[in-house]
């Protein structure tokens, strides 16, 4: 940028930074070498010699806060936050990842394993595989909690591959099977005096899951369809596995996504006009077609770009000496492009808002410590 | 959690349990979008230990309310960036339902 005195400066509106300090606080410059003004100036005072306030002002927030949902099914979701810090959708992706709660296969008990899957391998598969229920309708266990109907949620799966039929056969999620009553070893123990091994193999359910009405013509399903063992002639695997509420910090699968992040959206700015056989070379050098021709009359062929949502910042346009003068690659830093993959038990839309709430309540935490 | 300051009230520094990186980054920011704070940071003592340190020093006030109010910001933009998701949420969901129409 060429050097002006100040006093030839035009005249600015009040509270509007010069055009290139915007520039620096709102984008990221994706330069060949590097990428520069990457961190976000959030000091109030940082203009203040500009006469520029950058405080943060609630009322200019709730104008320029957007959201648009670009997708939304089952279960993945994208959507756009527009006008938000980074700390801030920073601190929902990490809660959506590791302070959310679900329920997950947290003990086995195994009364049979025959097959070549040791069960501390069979036991960490099981406790992967994502449990569709909403966790809050369950409490957390604590250590000297029993087990019973609001904190426990009791599978069984029993599968036999028979020695005559002599193929082989694979147990699947779907072939777990839900307990309402709660576990069924308690009983045996009972009854007769072939006790399981483990003494602490019991629940104590005072009333079926079932009876509860978010169940009683819902029941309790994992995803199908997850390959957990597979079997020979004449194995066998028969356990019992007991799910309970848990985040996402504590062991992976507890977190209700897939993964969750976001990106923020690319910018493509001509700085020149583009024309004939440059237009042509620049369209071919794009592999995600983010420009396109534009015909201008007389010949005149122009680049015009038509999809920056779509560049990956991958840079091939600006590599070859000379272009960096001619395309500008930015982003802009408060519009994140967010997507929730949720792995089934709660839809993404709900566990975002989750999220929001949990980070409320972090606030709110702090605020009655601190009065 | 608790609470370091000394005779001056105007500068503390607050040590909240199991609490990391996702509430002390969103309340550096929050802070130091607040014109009464002059200096403020946070740190992770080790990375073993779930606690993180949130340094305040501001132009007077004291440092606990400044951040109690730092708190009180980040919930309104919760708040508002909630409210605003479900209604974002509500209008896609309607606009679907009568575009597949
Ligand atoms: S950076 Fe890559 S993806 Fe983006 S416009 Fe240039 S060539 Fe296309």
Redesign the interface.
């Known amino acids: 940028m060429p050097k002006v005195p100040l006093w030839d400066l035009p005249e600015l509106p009040q509270n509007h930074l010069p055009p290139h300090l915007q520039l620096q606080k709102t984008r990221v410059s994706c330069n060949n070498d590097a990428p520069t003004n990457t961190e976000s100036i959030i000091y109030s005072g940082a203009y203040a010699a500009m006469g520029v306030d950058n405080s943060l002002r609630l009322g200019e927030f709730r104008k320029n806060f957007k959201v648009n949902v670009m997708k939304l099914n089952e279960e993945d979701m994208e959507f756009d936050l527009i006008g938000i810090d980074a700390s801030i959708a920073n601190a929902f992706r990490r809660i959506l990842i590791s302070e959310l709660p679900t329920m997950a296969i947290e003990k086995v008990l195994v009364a049979n394993s025959s097959s070549v899957v040791q069960d501390e391998v069979l036991a960490h598969r099981l406790g992967l595989i994502p449990i569709k229920v909403d966790p809050r309708l369950f409490e957390y266990m604590s250590e000297n909690d029993v087990p019973n109907e609001k904190n426990t949620i009791v599978f069984k799966l029993h599968f036999k591959c028979e020695r005559k039929s002599g193929e082989r056969r694979t147990v699947y999620s779907h072939d777990l099977e839900w307990l309402p009553f709660g576990s069924e070893y308690v009983l045996r123990t009972e009854n007769s005096s072939d006790s399981t091994s483990k003494p602490k193999t019991y629940t104590s359910f005072n009333s079926s899951q079932e009876t509860l009405p978010e169940f009683s013509n819902n029941p309790i399903s994992v995803t199908p369809g997850i390959i957990i063992s597979k079997l020979g002639p004449g194995q066998e695997i028969e356990l019992e596995a007991h799910a309970v509420k848990g985040v996402g910090k504590t062991h992976a699968k507890w977190s209700p996504v897939a993964t969750a992040w976001y990106r923020m959206l690319s910018e493509v700015v001509l700085l020149q006009d583009i024309e004939d056989e440059d237009a042509q070379k620049l369209v071919n050098k794009c592999p995600v077609n983010v420009f396109d021709i534009e015909d201008m009359g007389k010949g005149v062929k122009r680049a015009t770009v038509a999809r920056p949502r779509d560049c990956t910042l991958c840079r091939e346009c600006i590599r070859e000496p000379g272009w960096e003068e001619k395309v500008a690659l930015r982003r802009v830093k408060d519009h994140f492009i967010f997507t929730i993959e949720s792995t089934g038990a709660l839809p993404p839309e709900v566990l975002f808002t989750e999220a929001v709430k949990i980070l409320e309540d972090k606030c709110e935490r702090v605020i009655t410590e601190l009065s | 959690?608790e609470?370091g300051s000394y005779q001056d009230r105007s500068a503390s520094t607050?040590s909240?349990a199991d609490?990391?990186?996702?509430?002390a980054?969103?309340?550096?920011?929050?802070l130091?979008?607040?014109?009464r704070?002059t200096v403020c940071g946070y740190s992770i003592p080790h990375p073993s230990e779930a606690r993180v340190n949130i340094r305040v020093q501001t132009t007077g006030d004291p440092a606990?309310e400044v951040?109690?109010d730092s708190?009180?910001?980040?919930?309104?933009?919760?708040?508002?960036?909630?409210s605003?998701?479900?209604?974002?949420?509500a209008?896609?969901?309607n606009n679907?339902g009568s575009g597949s129409e």
């Open positions: 959690m609470h607050f909240l609490e990391d990186h996702t509430l980054n969103s309340l550096r920011f929050t130091n979008q607040d014109p704070v606990n951040l109690k708190c009180q910001d980040l919930m309104m933009i919760c708040q508002h960036v909630r605003t998701f479900d209604l974002a949420v209008d896609f969901k679907k």
